[in-house]
């Protein structure tokens, strides 16, 4: 059509690229997409699938301990961490064969090398010594987890990452970091007996959730004897003949086999000619796009996690889709940012969709808040001493559910579905019309009758 190699090349290999390359040549585009590493990404390989995979085996532990209330003799019952990291690994690199094909059967090119712009329209391929033109190229090379190099020391810690081909599960480990990343790892590594600690220099772990999400979280973890320091940080780490010393910031000495820092991601755009073809970054290091993900060089997108919006697979996948319609499927799309359902894989699990209790507060005169905490069914029969944490926070003037917060065992499946209706402008008294599906805990949703909290903006003030 142009004179181009390729109507459209894609730089990366991850979820937001793959969807990208596979709907583009759908559309009758010819897409060519460049992998460095295996076809998947983060989330396929490094990130929510063994993720969650590793806390899929984390809640053994507890199913064990609460089946004996139900009968189950469980004595001799062991954990092995190479066994979990082997049948993961093969699992995460059977999907990775599955991006592959479905790539394939797409007709994009697949092509296994870094990729470097040199240009607005002219791509190097590494490994193969050559380079190709394109008329649109779209930059989709996601993040990596970062060491704090402020840290003396800090070479000998790890970053997630190095977790899921690590030979042997530490005895004492130290998080740093209370983003949702080192919470579900501090989960994790508890359940399997590792000794946790997690030390973050905020007031509350979860930044960015709302306060009652962070606050039973937080006291989940400590009962599971996770240790949780808050307003500190590592300073200095040392390597002792009997392991690592962290030296916090308050003085304190925190010994551990295995320091993860879970201190946020960078975004992949370094070294592979951006600035250069005339794409502007911000501070962080992000591309700069506008709502339909176009950079400042006007032939060259940028989604996922390497433009620093949503960093959640979901969100790549919607930005790559909406880039390959807009560019070859005759209709501009812009994402919808707003209601995107959230997950934290901790123990205990979290969810939420739309407004916190906080935001809501602050954008709305009248907000009401009804909450139900409550021992699910099961936990008492379990002797756990655990209860549920389920929260609605609702526009007092139009009745509107604006936001949906749980925190207990499978709560992401409960707020995936009740995304839905957030995102559908549900009431609550569409919620209330909803006959209740009994026993269930996701009942309370339907059955919290009076509010919590009536909020209203003059009278607070
Ligand atoms: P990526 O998936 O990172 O893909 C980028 C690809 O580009 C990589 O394969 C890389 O090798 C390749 N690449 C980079 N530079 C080049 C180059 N120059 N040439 C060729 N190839 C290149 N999100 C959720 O929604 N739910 C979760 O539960 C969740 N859990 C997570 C847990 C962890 C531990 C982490 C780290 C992340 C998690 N995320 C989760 C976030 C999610 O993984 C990312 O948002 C998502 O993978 C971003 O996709 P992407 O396409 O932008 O980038």
Same mark, same amino acid.
């Given at each position: ?72 003799? !469980?004595?001799? !019952? ?72 402020? !840290? ?282 909803? !006959? ?26």
């Amino acid at each position: 059509m142009t004179g181009f190699d390729y109507d459209l090349f894609v730089i990366g290999g991850g979820s937001g690229g793959v969807r990208a390359a596979r709907v583009a040549a759908e559309h009758g585009a010819k897409v060519a997409i460049a992998e460095e590493d295996k076809v998947g990404g983060t989330c396929v390989l490094r990130g929510c699938v063994p993720k969650k995979l590793f806390a899929h085996s984390a809640h053994f532990a507890e199913a064990l301990e609460d089946s004996v209330g139900f009968g189950w003799s !469980v004595e001799g !019952v062991r954990f092995d961490w190479p066994t979990l990291v082997r049948n993961v690994t093969a699992d995460t690199d059977y999907l990775s064969s599955i991006y592959t094909r479905n790539l394939d059967r797409s007709g994009a090119e697949l092509i296994r090398s870094r990729a470097v712009i040199e240009d607005a329209h002219t791509i190097r391929l590494e490994s193969e010594s050559r380079a190709v033109t394109a008329r649109y190229i779209l930059v989709a090379t996601g993040g990596s987890p970062k060491l704090d190099s402020a !840290v003396p020391g800090h070479e000998h810690g790890i970053v997630s990452d190095d977790i899921f081909t690590m030979p042997l599960l530490p005895k004492r480990v130290l998080i740093v970091g209370a983003g949702f990343v080192g919470i579900e790892f501090a989960g994790i590594f508890a359940a399997f007996g590792t000794e946790t600690t997690v030390i973050h220099r905020g007031d509350e772990i979860l930044r960015g959730f709302d306060m009652d999400i962070r606050r039973s979280v937080h006291a989940g973890m400590e009962r599971r004897g996770i240790s949780i320091i808050m307003g500190d940080t590592v300073a200095s780490i040392e390597k002792t003949p009997a392991g690592l010393v962290g030296t916090a910031r308050s003085g304190r000495k925190l010994n551990a086999d295995a320091i993860l820092f879970a201190i946020g991601r960078t975004p992949n755009s370094g070294a592979f000619g951006l600035p250069e073809a005339g794409v502007a970054l911000d501070a962080n290091g992000a591309v700069v796009v506008d709502e339909f993900s176009r950079t400042s060089a006007g032939n060259i997108y940028a989604i996922g996690d390497v433009t620093n919006r949503l960093c959640l697979t979901p969100v790549a996948i919607r930005e790559g889709e909406a880039v390959a319609d807009t560019l070859f499927g005759g209709r501009p799309v812009a994402v919808d940012y707003r209601n995107v359902p959230e997950a934290v894989f901790s123990q205990p699990e979290a969810a939420t969709v739309g407004l916190t209790e906080e935001v809501a507060k602050a954008t709305f005169p009248a907000v009401d808040i009804y909450k139900a905490v409550f021992k699910p069914l099961a936990n008492r029969v379990a002797g756990r001493d655990e209860r549920m944490m389920m929260k609605l926070v609702v526009d007092g003037s139009t009745d509107r559910v604006l936001g949906c917060h749980i925190v207990g065992d499978h709560a992401s499946e409960l707020v995936q579905v009740a995304a839905i209706a957030v995102r559908m402008g549900a009431t609550k008294a569409d919620f209330d019309q909803t !006959v209740a599906l009994h026993p269930t805990a996701a009942e309370e949703l339907v059955t919290m009758r009076k509010p919590a909290e009536r909020f209203r903006r003059e009278a607070a003030e």
